[in-house]
């Protein structure tokens, strides 16, 4: 009796199995997507206006910072910068003999104690529950001229970055790019005759639409990474300050980097996605869906509008949600910064507007910054869906 021989178990190659079947598809029609547009005039000129924007903006900036910003003699001696505040930062109650010019002690001994402390020449901090410097009692002449100019420059460069980080790159390019580029991704191939050709392939028409999406990806996140790149190294070159390079800067960068990646993502999807709802009309419901970030952008801005959370229907809140907890997290010393401000000028807080906005809808700023990650990834996937969706019903003519 010979004994039965079992046939060997037959597992299926490598090369064979599921996974690797979905990137070769993958691949081939993003390098397929990619390869398309690097061709496209249009890329290039898109490309370029945008790249010349980012350039011509920092330039400005080169040049405000290279002018500088100049101080004023605040109480008209003819002298700048002769009596600053010495204040730093902590809650410190009083300070006494802080009278660097002598202009106090040359007054008379009854007109040298006007905050009534019994102490002359000397300077009472006040603050709120918070630790927050809310108002400066000062005796005559003392720590009345500060330094403007180093407020001045360290608040307008953070708003710079905050201000060309939301509405340069989230607003601007963030929806201009992929506008005239993501638009068009099946519409384009429809109207051109050429869909039949990637619809005829073994491949499922939702992938599609999702390997074209990877395709543009592929184009806008390097090249918006390369701006970025460009732009941390120029404001972190010419920023104010005494070190070579602001690397205490490179924080805000990377969030504003994620959230241009994040935005430009859910706004190809959008924009895709009208593309196929209607294709003889999907650049102008994209440009109307434009207005409408616009204006959620700037109603964002409203105390009164953000706190009821009416723009949180727009990406470009979330985006900018993602750059402000970011903000938080880096730039901790809110307290010190409007500190300073007062001291400068009740008015100087204006410098610091773009800079810190309260965070929405969290109080925290990490949770903020991971509700802001979530919810533009669920914007995408879900006019991903609806793009899919709408795409296995369209006709092809």
């Known amino acids: ?26 691949t081939a029609i993003a390098e397929f997507t ?7 005039r249009s890329t290039w000129t898109v490309g370029a206006v945008g790249a010349l924007i980012v350039v011509i903006v920092l330039l400005f ?18 002298q700048i910068d002769e009596d600053p505040s010495d204040w730093d930062g902590s809650q410190l109650k009083s300070v006494g003999n802080v009278d660097d010019d002598g202009d106090c002690w040359s007054r008379e001994e009854f007109d040298r104690d006007w905050n009534g402390d019994g102490i002359d020449c000397n300077v009472i901090y006040n603050y709120d529950r918070n630790g927050a410097l809310v108002s400066v009692n000062a005796d005559p002449n003392v720590d009345e001229d500060p330094d403007e100019s180093a407020f001045l420059e360290e608040s307008l460069h953070r708003s710079f970055l905050m201000g060309f980080g939301k509405f340069g790159f989230l607003f601007v390019l963030g929806i201009f790019i992929p506008l005239f580029l993501a638009t068009g991704l099946i519409r384009d191939e429809q109207e051109a005759g050429t869909l039949h050709y990637l619809v005829g392939k073994p491949i499922a028409r939702a992938e599609i639409l999702t390997y074209r999406l990877l395709g543009f990806i592929g184009l806008a996140w390097p090249y918006f990474t390369g701006l970025i790149v460009l732009s941390a190294l120029v404001t972190g070159f010419f920023g104010p300050g005494d070190s070579i390079y602001r690397f205490s800067d490179l924080g805000i960068w990377l969030g504003i980097l994620l959230a241009i990646l994040l935005t430009v ?14 294709p003889r009309f999907g650049v102008a419901l994209a440009l109307l869906f434009a207005v409408w970030e616009f204006f959620m952008m700037f109603l964002s801005m409203i105390p009164g509008a953000r706190d009821l959370g009416i723009a949180t229907l727009s990406i470009s809140f979330w985006g900018g949600e993602v750059i402000n907890s970011i903000g938080w997290v880096v730039w901790n010393d809110y307290n010190f910064m409007f500190g300073q401000a007062l001291i400068v000028d009740p008015f100087a807080q204006v410098a610091l507007w773009t800079v810190w906005y309260s965070p929405f809808p969290t109080t925290n700023p990490l949770l903020n910054l991971v509700v802001s990650i979530v919810a533009l990834l669920v914007i995408s996937l879900i006019f991903v869906l609806i793009g899919q969706s709408t795409f296995k019903q369209r006709e092809l003519n």
């Not at 990619?34 to 496209?40: F, P, T």
């Not at 706004?267 to 009208?274: D, G, K, P, R």
């Open 1 to 26: 009796m010979q004994p039965s021989i079992q046939p060997p178990n037959k597992t299926r190659d490598l090369s064979e199995t599921v996974w690797t079947k979905i990137d070769r598809k993958a």
């Open 34 to 40: 990619i390869r398309q547009y690097r061709k496209k």
């Open 61 to 78: 900036y080169i040049d405000a910072m290279s002018t500088g910003l100049d101080s004023w003699d605040t109480d008209g001696d003819g």
């Open 265 to 278: 993502l859910a706004y190809a999807t959008v924009f895709a996605t009208l593309g196929i709802i209607a």
